[in-house]
C-alpha cells in the first residue's frame, strides 16, 4: 500500500525523523558509520573523545531500537561488539545528509 503524501504526513515523518535524531551525539556516531564503516565500541571513544561512556552507550542503545544501526557482539572474551548502519540506516542517512 502506498502512502498518501500530504503537508500533514510530511510534517509527521520530518517530526519522527527529527525525534530519531535527538541527542547531541547522534548525527556524529552515524558520521563515523557512513560508507559502510563498522566500528568498535573503543574506536567510538577515540574517535568522539568529549563523549561520556554512559552517553555513547546510551546513543547507541536509542539509534539500535529506532533500527538505524545494528550490533553484533561476538562471543570470545573479551567481549567484542561492532556497529554498522542497518539497510533502513544507509537508506535514511543518504536523504538526511547531503553528500
Same mark, same amino acid.
Given at each position: 500500500?502506498?502512502?498518501?503524501y500530504t ?7 520530518? &517530526?519522527?525523523?527529527? *525525534? =530519531? !535524531? ?14 559502510? @564503516? $563498522? ?10 573523545? &568529549?563523549?561520556s561512556? *554512559? =552517553? !555513547? ?13 545494528a550490533? @553484533? $557482539? ?8 561492532e ?17
Amino acid at each position: 500500500m502506498r502512502k498518501i503524501y500530504t503537508p500533514a504526513t510530511a510534517a509527521s515523518d520530518v &517530526e519522527n525523523v527529527l *525525534k =530519531m !535524531l535527538e541527542g547531541r551525539w547522534k548525527l556524529i556516531i552515524l558520521f563515523h558509520l557512513f560508507d559502510g @564503516k $563498522v566500528q568498535r565500541y573503543s574506536d567510538f571513544e577515540k574517535l568522539i573523545p &568529549e563523549i561520556s561512556q *554512559k =552517553m !555513547l552507550a546510551q546513543q547507541l542503545r536509542q539509534l539500535e531500537a529506532d533500527g538505524i544501526v545494528a550490533r @553484533k $557482539v561476538y562471543p570470545q572474551v573479551p567481549p567484542k561488539v561492532e556497529y554498522r548502519l542497518t539497510e533502513w540506516g544507509k537508506r535514511s542517512a543518504r536523504r538526511w545528509m547531503p553528500c
